[in-house]
């Protein structure tokens, strides 16, 4: 069983940015595929980003491409995503998630976390 909990969300203006974080712990962060998520009030969870299990490989959504950069650092059981140039549209609840081995672009995720409020003042 895996255990995620996302950090870094907040209240920003459009333009800025923010770091948000994902630790994971109860299982082997390594083998698994992690994804960011994102869902409005009034809309349907959304793909983000998502890496591979070594971080070789990254996903975009193209509404975040060229502003969104995931990242994950094994050793520390964490996966990132830095948001930049944010704009209001970009507001929403942002979730991480693990499945074992194979990214994929969609909710078919295992493991979710409890999500990281992300608000961006125009």
């Known amino acids: 069983q895996v255990q995620l909990v996302e950090s870094g969300g907040g209240l920003v203006q459009a333009g800025g940015s923010l770091r948000l974080s994902c630790a994971a712990s109860g299982g082997t962060f390594s083998s698994y595929a992690m994804g960011w998520f994102r869902q409005a009030p009034g809309k349907e969870r959304e793909f983000v980003a998502a890496?591979?299990?070594?971080?070789?490989?990254?996903y975009y959504a193209d509404s975040v491409k060229g502003r969104f950069t995931i990242s994950r650092d094994n050793a520390k059981n964490t996966v990132f995503l830095q948001t930049n140039s944010l704009k209001p549209e970009d507001t929403a609840v942002y979730y991480c998630a693990a499945r074992p081995s194979v990214v994929v672009l969609t909710t078919r995720y295992d493991y979710w976390g409890q999500g990281t409020q992300v608000t961006v003042s125009s």
């Open positions: 890496i591979s299990v070594n971080g070789g490989r990254m």
